[in-house]
């Protein structure tokens, strides 16, 4: 079945860095586009990023540009989210979606930006 696993988030000061990883199993990783959402309480889950799986173009939130930077490994099956300059609006639980919108979700991962 369709797994995917996100890690990598935690507490961060406004300005710093985090990388988020997820790793996919049960599907052919190299067809399918992937990508990030976020959701905070009380909003819907908003797309992050995405990535196509054969021509690698991305797309991305106006409010991320310039600051995140989403990649994928086709030989580990893992997509990455590289977030820099981060800002305390990007608290928010980070998912792992197959497909954009996704058919399929990770469990999410935490990220909390505060001083």
């Known amino acids: 079945q369709v797994q995917l696993e996100e890690s990598g988030g935690g507490w961060v000061q406004p300005g710093g860095s985090l990388r988020l990883s997820c790793i996919a199993s049960?599907?052919?990783?190299?067809?399918?586009?992937m990508s990030w959402y976020r959701q905070v309480p009380g909003k819907e889950r908003e797309l992050v990023a995405n990535?196509?799986?054969?021509?690698?173009?991305?797309t991305y939130a106006d409010s991320v540009k310039g600051r995140f930077t989403i990649s994928r490994d086709g030989l580990r099956n893992m997509i990455f989210l590289q977030m820099n300059d981060l800002k305390p609006e990007d608290t928010a639980v980070y998912y792992c979606?197959?497909?954009?919108?996704?058919?399929?979700w990770g469990q999410g991962t935490q990220v909390t930006v505060s001083s």
């Open positions: 979606g197959r497909r954009s919108p996704p058919d399929h």
């Open positions: 049960g599907f052919p990783f190299s067809y399918y586009t």
């Open positions: 990535i196509h799986p054969t021509t690698g173009s991305t």
